[in-house]
């Protein structure tokens, strides 16, 4: 069952956390003069105790991986944040609201945080993939390398395998070494016809390491209209050997921010 199908009474302790799990601000009714509210940290992943930080300072192995994994933070009077558990008041409170100021537009219409893996498909072919292509179990195919954690989504992904793939391939066609970059994903069918019509067509542009990189339109689109899926496939090209680059950094997470623009 995903999140979308679970309901809880409009105002109640459970309510505000399916609204903050979905990205809005809730609030106490008694907080509203105060300018309080409580938001989700979605955390970061692989960080790294480094030398003369605060852990490394308290006796933690310097090198030591951790995660910094998510949490509800409250935002404070004087406007700072910081972790929050709910006390049995807030837990039986029935005056939980949204907040009237707007919640910030997200910049991007997809992000996600990629741990780029790396595929050897055939010899015949001297093919590869890097990045992430997920595996189908049911199939049988070795088409599969990386992992893959949805962050944002404006464009209404389907809830079951949201993201079929995103990597970059190359093979020896003719003696010739060829590569292209490929971003298939699965639609949810309740918005498949208006998700569709916003992103075929359009440029592609991403961002990855505070680097924004325009592919321009797809070489191709596969439209599957049968099972919501969108192929998009991009020439490999001067314009877009950055991305490549990045994408074949093995064993690495990225966080690829990936929107659409008319062009």
Partial sequence: MSDTDLTAVTGSFEWAMLQ??????????LWKDKNMYIVRNPGKKN???????????????????????????????DGNFVPWL???????????IL?????????HMLILDIKNGYK????????????????????????????????EDNINLATRTPVIGFYYHEA???????????????????????????LVDKGLKVTVDDEKIYLGKPSSVNVIESYCI????????????????????????????IDWYDI
């Fill in 20 to 29: 903050v799990k979905a990205g809005k601000r809730a609030l106490r009714t």
């Fill in 47 to 77: 960080q790294v105790v480094t030398k003369n930080d605060y852990l490394a300072n308290s006796g933690i192995a310097i090198g030591k991986s951790f995660d910094y994994l998510p949490c509800i933070e409250i935002c404070t009077t």
């Fill in 86 to 96: 709910p006390g049995q008041v807030d837990l039986e409170a029935t005056d939980w």
């Fill in 99 to 107: 907040s009237e100021e707007a919640s910030e537009p997200s910049e």
């Fill in 120 to 151: 050897y498909l055939n010899k015949e072919l001297d093919e590869e993939i890097w990045c992430f292509h997920y595996k189908n179990v049911n199939s049988g195919d070795n088409l599969y390398c990386g992992e893959v954690e949805v962050i």
């Fill in 172 to 198: 020896t066609l003719y003696n010739v070494r060829r590569g292209d970059i490929k971003l298939s994903l699965s639609i949810s069918e309740k918005y498949w016809s208006q998700t569709k019509d916003m």
């Fill in 230 to 257: 969108i192929d998009f496939d991009y020439n490999f090209s001067v314009l877009n050997t950055r991305l490549k680059e990045k994408m074949q950094e093995k064993d690495v997470l990225k966080r690829y921010c």
